[in-house]
């Protein structure tokens, strides 16, 4: 079965080259780290589909280099999602791991599980219900870097948006979308820019919110790039800033810092990441309950205000 599982559901690393996926590239050394960000989240992916054995599989993850580790894990929660959609008489797998040892990496599997729907192309509104109240929304976020990755073309160049996502959804699969830029034009800032400026101007600040995150997060880039992609984002500079410090809360509860997030910090939060982390914790305080405004958007726009941006975060 392990054998069959890859066999079908596998992915060519090779999909993950800017070659084959016609990425706007330049600089090979940056195309070379982007390229093994993809590398490391399907070997969790493949990883998770040879054993879902869950102690063992985290082990195999845990092989990972730290600063990587997490985009194993993403894969892997990509793989335990399909599987558990593949398999009823066993549905558990993604939950288990969730509340297990998958624990620490949270927000990444929960992108991974927008991944799986993606790839099965699948409704993700009944689907969100299984997921925690507050981080569901990033199962959507990644739906929407996955078609941003494997589809860009429809959706980064034709700017679609699948029909049945509604509401609040779309801006989650606004800043999914906006960290798969990173990739498709290559951690490049005067690209990036100009990509976003094709959109409506009310997509762009999800947009630039999902840059920061894959700016401090995934990384590749010197500090000059950081400064001149803050110069760019401009009035959306809270929502790049928000981005880069919900991805120092990702490393700081996975316990994977990396210098890439401490660098991505100090220049858009100015704040160092450690800092930036207890950002997003404290604005967690007294939270109100999902309403007209999810809790979710309430909690972005607390970290926005307080890194300075309160005419955004007014939006």
Not at 25 to 34: A, F, P, V
Not at 73 to 83: I, N, P, Q, R, W
Not at 198 to 212: H, K, M, N, T, V
Request: proline share 3%; charged share 25%; aromatic share 10%.
């Amino acid at each position: 079965m392990r054998w069959l599982r890859k066999r079908v559901f596998g992915i060519d690393p090779e999909e993950t080259s800017f070659a084959r996926r016609g990425f706007r590239g330049g600089d090979k050394r940056i195309e070379e780290h982007l390229q093994g960000v993809g590398r490391r989240f399907l070997r969790g992916y493949h990883a998770a589909l040879e054993g879902d054995r869950l102690e063992l599989l985290a082990g195999r993850l845990d092989e990972v280099d730290a600063e990587d580790r997490g985009f194993a894990y993403e894969g892997a929660a990509m793989g335990l999602c399909l599987l558990d959609h593949l398999t009823p008489w066993r549905r558990d797998r993604l939950a288990a791991f969730l509340a297990g040892p998958g624990a620490a990496h949270a927000y990444m599997i929960h992108v991974g599980a927008g991944w799986a729907l993606a790839r099965l192309r699948r409704r993700v509104g009944r689907a969100l219900s299984r997921f925690d109240p507050l981080l569901r929304w990033l199962v959507v976020d990644g739906y929407g870097f996955h078609q941003g990755y494997f589809r860009w073309r429809e959706h980064v160049d034709l700017q679609q948006v699948p029909a049945h996502l509604s509401g609040y959804a779309r801006r989650a699969f606004d800043q999914g979308l906006g960290r798969s830029l990173w990739f498709v034009d290559g951690a490049d800032a005067a690209r990036i820019s100009a990509s976003i400026g094709l959109f409506p101007q009310e997509r762009q600040a999800d947009l630039w919110s999902g840059i920061g995150l894959a700016c401090a997060y995934a990384g590749g880039v010197a500090d000059a790039t950081i400064s001149r992609l803050k110069s760019k984002a401009g009035t959306h500079g809270a929502n790049l800033a928000q981005g880069a410090a919900f991805a120092a809360k990702a490393r700081e509860r996975a316990g994977n810092p990396a210098p890439r997030t401490e660098l991505a910090c100090r220049l858009l939060c100015d704040l160092p990441a450690g800092e930036a982390a207890r950002l997003t914790d404290d604005a967690l305080a007294d939270l109100p309950a999902d309403g007209q405004v999810p809790a979710y958007e309430a909690w972005r726009r607390r970290i926005r205000a307080q890194l300075g941006g309160k005419e955004t975060a007014r939006r």
